[in-house]
């Protein structure tokens, strides 16, 4: 018995060490030979202590957590001290997979090829870190089958639609490696790869578009049972004049096609038959197609960069290319890998590894929001939009930032967990090459829906920047501070001077229309809500309640109204005060260090605006003009019921930005309001100019460029990434994110990047759904955000029976007296870090934040409704701390 026992636990003791070995993906030389059977232990106790938390108050939960922080770290330090001879002995041993082979060294990083399979690898010097383009144990995915796990190969994927109208994949692994097709060229500081990808032939193309009546009855349908023969029979349609057989394309889409297909397979009906059949009735034959995409890879100032050339891509006119994802596996961590992917949803968002979220959509966001000349019926949901064209990844102790260099204006940001198709967590970038719309063709009762296709795709360049993290940057903030360095390098954003002051941004809303009447006939009408004269009224009260550096925007000023009209030229609303009005406003702003800024849109012709042409739109796909119209809350759907807006084309846009300036600067004002050209990006589909939205981002960049060089200083509405070197207050910013279902964080990563460069606020206090002032200023703490208000001064009843029923929480009264104490609170917090940058952000806990600035300062902002404490700090419910240095 005893030596059964003996036996049995032997068995045991082997089966569990086998049991312990595991790969985690992307990870250090360190880590990987650290790696025991602890993990299972340390789950154990993390999830003992996850379910504890949940019956713990919040000042015990913050307790707890310090604790259990102490004791990690303590445990690190007594696990890497033992394990720290055995990394270095066992570093070089396993850094790098097998069967790579280096190919370049430049600043720290080494770039590895594994010819046989076209996958790269980069190890970055500092900490020994792999980062794979592929996971290295696919093989041995257990979720992942078929299809699912031949991706685990490629380094990009395209998706297209053939000259039928069907929807396909193509890969680089599949149609080029399998087969061979493939060159690898080794230059200075990276490589070049080549793939040729296979030939692109739809099945349909093994069906004959027709046959004679003598071929389709003797060898086609005599060599069929009777059930086949009706299948075959009604895909064609007899010819009576021709005495022959047509193929029906509309029938053979999906299962009918793989039924023909089949069916003709099985009767020995091959490309020997099919070539006799084309060419009794002159038809070419298909000649072999096929698709060249070369991708560079460069070792470039300590990062890696991934581009496709412009014009690199060359394939068929018969292929419709809608778009193409690159490196979808870089850095996929695994099903035991502890960290996030940050996308760029709002402000940012996390999604924390294995969230077991695979019942929800995976993550896919458009970058810069939607592309207002692609129609778009209905609109489910309001979602932030991405204003950064980043993404990333942190495990704790290394991460990586990726930046979408090239090509950001027609790029996606693509991110999913584990679970769903294959074992990893993944994110990556995708373009969109080509749009799509589709048109419903009607002939009496009968109706088809065709597809259009974008009459010239986008053929610019594509490129994504990876930079690498250690171990003090493998955090959003350091993904951030990164983020902040490469605009500073590359894109030229400068700091805030030493003078900068906490601004307090107020919109005032000038005149608006309102259909009124006489007699009972309609009219259209001008409704003034704020003169110039009332404006400086509210700025001497405001005054008068302690509020300094006020930066006023002013829109509703020129043009009929806050939906003014054509902005070629300016025609200063006379009901407002006129020209003189705005000079004397002018002139008190400069007089008390005010900001004025005049708004205006230069990408939208509001319903009705005078001076519009039709010349000036944009059109869609279909040919039809880029209209714009609201969205009924109720039905998701356009309501077409009232007068629409136009989407203007980027090629009118220079001409109408000239007329304007020589008007502006007549008026003697030194301040700018642009409410959409950092805002939106809309392209332009005439059949005979497309203009892609990449194409249109370089036209904004050269038009806030000019309002620039005319000494202007610019407030821009958004913060599009591409406007922000141009800025010099940004309003409506995201503060947060859409709350999709697979995200599990909003973090301030917007503010991270951009505090110290340009000054910044979110959607106005008294707009926003949650109207506490309160808790808007400890989200403005949290974030080192200023307030934000927008009033008018008439009478509320002033905008009763108008489309502008919104601004109903817009009277002034209502506001000024909390909104000059919650500014003062919100100064003696802010003003000395107004030009400094933010180093660090972390949540404590539950409803619990730290904020850090570079020289030391600290914020904790509790929003739970108990007090909480952390190490020894005490912090009132709803409330915030103020340090000069960070807790320890």
Not at 73 to 83: P, V
């Amino acid at each position: 018995m005893r030596k059964k026992r003996t036996a049995l636990a032997a068995a045991i003791l082997i089966a569990s060490l086998f049991m312990s070995q595991n790969v985690n993906y992307a990870e250090s030389v360190s880590e990987r030979v650290a790696t025991t059977s602890g993990d299972s232990q340390e789950t154990s106790k993390n999830t003992s202590a996850e379910s504890s938390e949940t019956q713990q108050s919040p000042s015990e939960q913050v307790k707890a957590d310090a604790s259990r922080e102490g004791e990690e770290q303590s445990a690190a330090t007594s696990s890497g001290a033992k394990a720290a001879s055995t990394n270095q002995q066992n570093k070089e041993a396993v850094a790098v997979a097998e069967g790579m082979e280096a190919v370049a060294e430049k600043d720290g990083l080494i770039l590895y090829l594994k010819p046989e399979t076209t996958e790269i690898a980069v190890k970055d010097k500092k900490n020994g870190a792999m980062w794979f383009s592929n996971p290295q144990d696919r093989e041995a995915d257990a979720i992942a089958t078929g299809y699912n796990k031949s991706q685990l190969n490629v380094q990009f994927e395209l998706t297209y639609y053939d000259n039928t109208g069907n929807a396909l994949k193509y890969d680089n692994f599949t149609h080029s490696v399998e087969s061979g097709q493939f060159e690898v060229e080794k230059v200075e500081d990276g490589l070049n790869i080549v793939y040729t990808l296979g030939e692109v032939k739809s099945d349909i193309e093994a069906i004959p578009k027709y046959i004679s009546e003598e071929r389709f009855n003797t060898l086609i349908l005599a060599k069929l049972e009777e059930k086949d023969q009706k299948e075959i029979e009604k895909r064609f349609k007899y010819d009576e004049k021709n005495k022959r057989f047509e193929r029906r394309d509309s029938s053979l889409k999906g299962v009918g096609l793989s039924k023909v297909t089949r069916i003709f397979e099985s009767i020995g009906y091959d490309e020997a038959q099919i070539a006799i059949d084309k060419a009794a009735y002159g038809e070419e034959e298909n000649v072999s197609t096929s698709v060249v995409v070369p991708v560079h890879y460069r070792l470039e100032q300590g990062r890696l960069r991934v581009s496709i050339p412009e014009n690199g891509i060359q394939y068929p006119d018969t292929m419709k290319i809608q778009s193409l994802s690159l490196l979808p596996f870089f850095g996929a961590s695994g099903p035991k890998d502890e960290g996030y992917s940050l996308v760029p949803d709002g402000s940012g968002s996390l999604i924390y590894f294995n969230n077991k979220k695979t019942s929800v959509s995976p993550y896919s966001t458009v970058l810069y929001g939607s592309d207002h000349a692609v129609n778009q019926l209905t609109q489910i949901q309001k979602e932030q939009k991405a204003r950064m064209p980043v993404f990333g990844m942190s495990y704790g102790d290394k991460g990586y930032l990726a930046v979408i260099d090239k090509g950001d204006a027609v790029a996606s940001v693509e991110a999913d967990v584990s679970g769903r198709l294959n074992q990893y967590n993944t994110v990556h970038s995708s373009f969109a090459l080509s749009s799509m719309e589709e048109v419903t063709l009607t002939n009496g009762w009968r109706s088809s829906t065709v597809k259009r296709f974008q009459a010239q795709p986008f053929h610019n360049e594509m490129a994504v920047v990876y930079e690498f993290l250690g171990a003090e940057d493998a955090s959003y903030s350091g993904m951030a501070s990164t983020y902040r360095e490469y605009l500073t390098e590359q894109k030229k954003l400068t700091r805030l001077g030493d003078d900068a002051e906490m601004p307090f941004y107020v919109e005032l809303i000038g005149g608006i229309p309102k259909k009124k009447f006489f007699l009972g006939i309609p009219y259209n009408a001008y409704e003034p809500l704020t003169t110039f004269e009332e404006a400086q009224d509210i700025l001497k009260e405001m005054q008068s309640l302690g509020v300094q550096d006020i930066q006023l925007r002013y829109s509703g000023w020129f043009g009929g109204g806050i939906h003014h009209n054509m902005p070629k030229s300016i025609d200063v609303d006379k009901k407002l005060g006129g020209a003189k009005g705005l000079q004397s406003l002018q002139a008190y702003a400069q007089e008390n260090g005010f900001g004025l800024y005049p708004d205006v849109s230069f990408l939208e012709a509001f319903p009705e605006a005078k001076g519009f042409k039709k010349s000036y739109a944009s059109r869609q796909i279909t040919g039809k003009l880029a209209q714009l119209f609201p969205y009924r809350i109720s039905t998701f759907a356009q309501d077409d019921e009232v007068p629409p807006g136009y989407v203007l084309s980027p090629e009118a846009v220079p001409g109408i930005v000239n007329g304007f300036l020589q008007d502006f600067k007549g008026n003697g004002l030194t301040g700018l309001s642009l409410r959409d050209l950092g805002d939106q990006l809309n392209s332009d589909f005439n059949r005979a100019k497309v203009i892609n939205r990449e194409q249109a981002k370089q036209v904004v960049i050269k038009q806030l460029e000019k309002v620039r060089s005319s000494d202007v200083s610019l407030l821009v509405e958004g913060g599009n990434s591409y406007a922000i070197p141009y800025a010099r207050h940004i309003v409506d910013a995201p503060v947060s994110n859409s709350g999709f279902n697979i995200t599990d964080e909003a973090v301030p990563f917007f503010q991270l990047v951009y505090h110290g460069y340009v000054q910044y606020t979110g959607q106005a206090w008294n707009m926003a759904d949650d109207q506490d002032s309160h808790v808007q200023m400890l989200r403005a703490i949290e974030t080192g955000s200023a307030p934000y208000y927008t009033w008018f001064y008439a009478d509320p009843s002033a905008i009763k029976l108008t489309s502008f029923d919104a601004l109903y929480s817009a009277d002034y009264r209502r506001w000024i007296q909390e909104s000059a104490e919650r500014y003062k609170e919100l100064r003696n917090v802010l003003q000395d870090v107004q030009n400094q940058t933010i180093v660090k952000h972390e949540k404590l806990s539950s409803g619990v934040y730290q904020t850090t600035y570079e020289k030391g300062k600290t914020v904790i902002v509790n929003y739970n409704d108990a007090a909480v404490e952390w190490n020894g700090i005490r912090v009132a419910a709803k409330s915030y701390w103020v340090g000069g240095d960070m807790p320890e």
